[in-house]
């Protein structure tokens, strides 16, 4: 339970505002002739709620595939090492039976946007929004992807405003947020925005990079802090992720979840977002 009593748990809906690209079918429609077409499916992980965002996906593609295209599904599971994602994407990509390339989850639609242009042959659709407000967006003045081959979702001010509803809850301009390693590319980059989001917001935003494990992501919050931010870990897994809040929660810390509801559902304080599976399998779709 919460050390804060005078609060209780917050699970708001978000103004939702997803950037979209056009999604599969559109990308079918142009890898050339033919109604026969594989689109491979590369996932993070097989839990329960990754299939479930998955068989979303697959169902709104088959309904709007209907009649168009005879449609063929090959999975492959990397678990969250990054070498495996990158290995399954680009054999994905250099499969000749293979038309489009859907990653479903976070760190792996991440690793998509980092394929060289070179290399990405064959239309990639990034399921997982990304190109948050820590990150800038790819996106042309035609409002397409500036990426060749690359459709994503992002939600622009996703990041605002949960950091904003964190400061209100704790009255605190000082806001402590680890980040996954793997996730940053470019310090200066994730720098730059964070300045931007403390200008707008008012707020000292403090950022941790730091290995994907309960130790290390407690050892890089201070003990002191009282307001955290807790973004998408997406190499945490759930129960690890269960400890983290609840040791936060024993330091007397409030925390905002980036996972919205079901952060909340695992101990966060807080959260904005709600369960968007179904918007994005039909966005992705």
Do not use: W
Request: with cysteine; hydrophobic share 40%; proline share 6%.
């Amino acid at each position: 339970m919460s050390s804060v009593p005078v609060l209780s748990r917050i699970s708001r809906c978000s103004s939702i505002c997803f950037l979209l690209i056009p999604g599969i079918v559109f990308c079918l429609e142009t890898t050339g002739i033919g109604a026969d077409k594989t689109v491979a499916l590369v996932k993070e992980s097989g839990d329960d709620y990754s299939n479930a965002a998955a068989s979303l996906f697959v169902d709104e593609l088959r309904s709007l595939a209907r009649d168009r295209f005879n449609l063929k599904f090959v999975e492959k599971v990397t678990g969250y090492d990054v070498r495996k994602i990158d290995e399954a994407l680009l054999s994905a990509i250099a499969n000749p039976d293979v038309d489009v390339v859907y990653a479903s989850g976070f760190l792996t639609s991440e690793r998509a946007s980092q394929i060289p242009d070179s290399s990405r042959s064959k239309p990639i659709v990034a399921a997982a929004p990304i190109f948050t407000d820590l990150r800038t967006r790819p996106i042309s003045r035609e409002g397409t992807s500036a990426k060749p081959n690359f459709t994503f979702i992002s939600q622009p001010s996703r990041i605002a405003s949960d950091l904003s509803l964190l400061s209100s809850l704790t009255n605190s301009s000082v806001l402590h947020c680890p980040i996954d390693q793997s996730l940053v590319y470019d310090d200066s980059e994730v720098g730059e925005v964070a300045k931007g989001l403390q200008k707008e917001l008012g707020i000292e935003l403090r950022l941790y990079p730091t290995e994907p494990s309960v130790t290390a992501v407690l050892a890089a919050i201070p003990s002191s802090a009282k307001a955290v931010y807790i973004p998408t870990l997406p190499r945490i897994a759930k129960p690890d992720l269960r400890r983290i809040f609840e040791t936060l929660a024993k330091r007397g810390a409030v925390t905002v979840s980036m996972l919205g509801r079901e952060g909340v559902e695992l101990g966060a304080m807080a959260g904005l977002s709600r369960d968007n599976r179904a918007a994005i399998a039909r966005r992705s779709a």
